[in-house]
């Protein structure tokens, strides 16, 4: 069969875009029953406290109040709500409710009843009694700290993560080649310092949101805003104590994700009111509730140590991250993997390398997984580094990438031994610099009123798929009049997903695109798929989708020449009829879709599953030139250059939009979006009121171009390139920043109170 | 209390109590495309038309709206979808969820402005927050859309 369709590379119309443009009602709250239940948590004043004494009396008395469940309530076995494959690497450390209050705003009871005037009220009413416990607050302090977050003896690590919960630790560990400290003592330059990435919100539009019925089988039915239906089976399972059998999560359109939905966040709140009620229940997260206990960046402090020879060759990169997992440890043991198995790859030359880290446990908010999911923190620390070494050689930064980043074909001993099959890294930044105009900008000029021009620079890389662990699959049905069913288990949530996927379907099957229809996720009906997260979609569920479209196509042959009369060596198929290679006779696809919903055997239905060993590395390199006021150290973003390896760019436009949109929230985190905290342990930023999103005013102009690189085991040469895009702004703009203002601001944001106060104490000797 | 309000453009009775705010009662109505990012009046998600003019509907008491004309996208397809045309070949729907708030301010501002700068554009709409895009897409549906509603004009 001979592709004669291309689908994949052209810029087609998301499947959905009518309806999302339309306003329809598409969205978990939108097509929630009517009768739902209201569900509402009470949540904790404290950063750490115990239970005493909980009286629900008076609220269960407010009319319209169906139940009020407390601690005494909650299934008592311990479980994660980190969406990641089992055995979990995150610890069982979890209960629905729990005596024990680890951060503020941690659940002490839920309400529901049968409006939110009421439940608000019932809410005021609950008495608690809180037995008030020194918080550990300081993450720098928290290892072996006298109090523990997690002292109960339930709590459970599944996998060998180095996690002791009678260190406050959540995992540990240690890996490299080389000697390090040797290398290191012999070299000409070495930078170390310390970079602090805050607990960043995803802050998708769409909050957390849930709502739960039973069905006539007696089932939970769980339909939520989830990247991860099927883990969220599992876990919704594990948390009620109850067989997976029971539960089924239905996936709709998402308002948008980012990592945070891919952590059970909302869903266990309804689903254990519905399980205990019988009756339909709804929790919709306010914008609140999703600022101070929802599923954030994980803080992280990176240390780096940055050696390199007279010449700018760099000798040996040491890395030690402490990572701040919160009060529990979703995503904790893996997501501090990523800031140095995701960064210290970046670069070739380096003799050796030593990655460490710790993570630990504080009475905070709990983090989860952000796009980027520790890449980025990492990426700001090395790059930032990177950037200060050019500086003390006086070197361009550029020219000192050139000299040691990673090409096509190089082992990259950091990033699991593998191999860069596909790398276009060095003529991404080859293009950068033109687009930029590097050469004229660096590193900064007067504009004579005051302010200075100032450009910066850094690179960054992510992976497609976990390797040797996540699943894609996808089924293929033949439907009358020859239209196929496209049933994925992978989550689109506004990236695209349901319409790639369809476009490699209909190259593959050589038909239109509007021949196949796509469903979104239901765990009865889809095929198992790990689901959206680690940039895994387009390269793993892409392939997926290849291999289950061969396998199709060859179902289709056998029927064509069954009812041909034929051998299937005679025939041939071209998207449209099964035709005799000799020219003898032909059946259309329409008729072989009709023809076996009569007197039929076999079914013209496939499911093919995709694993992959190799995670293949997406690459870019991102510019950032920025206009400071030298008086008030206030800046603003002008101009913003990326140019992206990501293999084959399936839909160009959703990649372009996927990037900006990357890019849009790594100047986020860069320049505004702030997280800190009272000396009680409360979240500051607990509104957009003051977590400043950046606005269309604020991002300067993005420009974004490809410089593909053909991933040979990729599906038509695609890698990923959801994750990669959120890496290079912190550190580019950190570098923009330095060459404007003479000082190296290492804590996100990068604000003009830091620049200015960075300065003062340069100025005065500090 | 009751009120009588024009919704898109059919005359509606509706009991509400006095802290109800706007952005709920159109959702009663079935005005589904009204959306709630943020409840602090930030995120330009819940924008409407109140005579014709675009107001946060979450900072709005429905009270407020009684005797009043209210639009939401559900009453206005054929202009949304002349722009969202646009954004749709750009690819910056994503998730979708900003859409309706953006496609009623951008409606509203070419009723305001008239062949706006980009400047203008951007201040005119930067109460209308997207986390997916980096507004790069919806920027450049915006710029194609005035161009095709300018050359419309030319030609009429």
Known sequence: MERTKHYVGSPVIKKDAKALLAGKPVYTDDIAPADCLIVKVLRSPHAHALIEEIDTARALAVPGIETILTWKDSPQKRFTMAGQTYPEPSPYDRLILDQRMRFVGDAAAIVAGSDERAVDRALRLIKVKYQVLEPVLDFHTAKDHAVLVHPEDSWKSLCPVGADSRRNLCASMTDGTGDVDTVLSQCAHVIEHTYHVKANQQAMMETFRTFTTLDAYGRLNVTSSTQIPFHVRRIVANALDIPKSKVRVIKPRIGGGFGAKQTVVSEVYPALVTWKTGKPAKMIFTRYESQIASSPRHEMEVTVRLGADEDGVFQAIDLYTLSNTGAFGEHGPTTVGLSGHKSIPLYATPKAYRFSYDVVYTNTMSAGAYRGYGATQGIFALESAVNELARELQMDPVQLREKNMVHEGDVMPAYYGETANSCALDRCMARAKELMHWDDKYPSRALGNGKVRAVGVAMSMQGSAISNCDVGSVTLKLNDDGFYSLMIGAADMGTGCDTTLSQIAADCLCCDLDNIVVHGVDTDVSPYDSGSYASSTAYLTGMATMKTCESMVKKILEKGAEYLERTIGDVDFDGSEVFCLDGSGRISLQDIGNRVMCNNGKALEVTESHSSPVSPPPFMVGMAEIELDQETCDYKLVNYVAVVDCGTPINPNLVRVQTEGGLGQGIGMAMFEDVTRSEKGQVYENSFMQYKLPTRMDVGTIQVEFESSYEPTGPFGVKSIGEVVINTPSPAIAGAVANAAGVQIRELPITAEKIFRARAALKNGG | ?156
């Open chain 2, 1 to 156: 209390m009751q009120i009588k309000i024009t919704l898109n453009g059919k005359p509606v009775t509706a009991e509400i109590q006095a802290d109800t705010l706007l952005l709920d009662l159109l959702r009663e109505q079935g005005c589904y495309s009204v959306k709630r990012g943020c409840e602090t009046s930030n995120c330009g998600l819940c924008t409407v038309w109140l005579d014709q003019l675009p107001v946060l509907s979450c900072s709005v008491l429905a009270a407020r709206a009684d005797g009043h004309a209210i639009i939401t996208l559900e009453g206005v397809p054929k202009e949304a979808e002349a722009f969202s045309d646009y954004l749709a070949k750009e690819g910056a729907d994503q998730c979708g969820f900003c859409s309706p708030g953006l496609i009623l301010n951008v409606l509203a501002m070419e009723r305001e402005l008239t062949d706006p700068d980009e400047e203008q554009i951007l201040e005119f709409l930067s109460g209308n927050l997207c986390r997916c895009t980096g507004y790069m897409g919806q920027l450049r549906a915006i710029r194609n859309y005035l161009k095709s509603r300018s050359k419309h004009e030319r030609e009429v």
